[in-house]
C-alpha cells in the first residue's frame, strides 16, 4: 500500500511531460519526504494544510486592502489609467477641477477599499475547490504556487462578480459621474478628439492585482518563515518542505 501511495504522489508532481533530471531528483525528493518522512502527511492534512494557508492570507489582504485609506496609501494605490493621463492633463487646467488628479485617485481607491470588503466569500468558494492532486503539487511548487493556482481557477469568476461591486462603488463615490464630467470637459475643448474611456475595468483589474499581491505575500512568509505557521497543521504541512 505504502508503494502505490508512493507513486501515486509521484506521478501527481510529475504531471508535466517533460522535466530535467534535476528537476526529477527534486520532485523524488519532496515526494518521498512527504510520504516517508517522520511525520508523513496524510491526503486531509496536505488539502487542509493549503487551504488555511490560503485562508490566512484571504483574511489579512481583504482586512487590510477594506480599510479606509488600505489602497490609498498602500503600495497597491490604484492610479489614473494611463489612457486617462492625457484627459487629466488638459482638464486640470479647466475652472473647477483643479484638483481633478487627486480627487480621480481618491475616488478610485475609495471604490477599491469597498469592494474589497465583499471579496471574501468569492475567495473562500474557490479555496474549497481544492483537492489533494491540486495540493500536492501546490506544496512542492514555488513560493506563490498556492496563489497563482487560486488566480488561475478563480480570476475570471472574481472579475465578473467584483465588477458590479466595483460599478456600485464608483458610484458610491460619486466618481463614474465625477468622471463623466471629466470626459466632458475634456470633449468641449478645442482641438481635442473626443475620448470615453472608462475607469470600470481600470478599477476592478488593478484592485484584485493588489489583492493576490497580498495573499501570494502571506504565502510566501508561511513557506519560509517558521514563525508565521501559527497553527499545528501549518507547521506540520510546510515543515515538511523545509530544507
Do not use: C
Request: proline share 3%.
Amino acid at each position: 500500500m505504502k508503494y502505490i501511495k508512493y507513486l501515486s504522489i509521484l506521478f501527481v508532481l510529475t504531471f508535466s511531460t517533460s522535466v530535467s533530471h534535476a528537476q526529477f531528483g527534486d520532485i523524488l525528493k519532496k515526494a518521498k519526504k512527504v510520504v516517508k518522512g517522520e511525520n508523513p502527511l496524510s491526503k486531509d492534512e496536505v488539502a487542509n494544510g493549503l487551504k488555511e494557508a490560503l485562508d490566512q492570507g484571504i483574511e489579512e489582504a481583504v482586512d487590510k486592502l477594506s480599510e479606509e485609506d488600505g489602497y490609498l496609501k498602500s503600495r497597491y494605490k490604484v492610479e489614473i489609467p494611463s489612457e486617462a493621463k492625457k484627459i487629466v492633463s488638459k482638464v486640470k487646467l479647466v475652472p473647477g477641477f483643479e484638483n481633478v488628479e487627486k480627487d480621480l485617485i481618491m475616488k478610485m481607491n475609495r471604490a477599491a477599499e469597498s469592494a474589497a470588503k465583499k471579496a471574501t466569500p468569492i475567495f473562500v468558494d474557490a479555496v474549497k475547490s481544492i483537492t489533494f492532486d491540486d495540493a500536492m503539487n501546490i506544496l512542492g511548487g514555488e513560493k506563490d504556487a498556492a496563489t497563482i493556482y487560486l488566480k488561475d481557477k478563480s480570476y475570471d469568476n472574481l472579475y465578473s462578480a467584483f465588477m458590479p461591486v466595483i460599478q456600485s462603488a464608483l458610484d458610491e463615490v460619486n466618481a463614474r459621474e465625477y468622471w463623466r464630467s471629466v470626459v466632458t470637459a475634456y470633449n468641449n475643448l478645442p482641438f481635442v478628439k473626443d475620448v470615453n474611456p472608462e475607469l470600470d475595468d481600470h478599477v476592478n483589474s488593478k484592485a484584485l492585482v493588489g489583492m493576490f499581491s497580498l495573499i501570494a505575500k502571506k504565502e510566501e512568509g508561511i513557506r519560509e518563515n517558521v514563525d508565521q505557521r501559527n497553527t499545528d497543521l501549518l507547521k506540520k504541512v510546510f515543515g515538511s518542505q523545509d530544507k
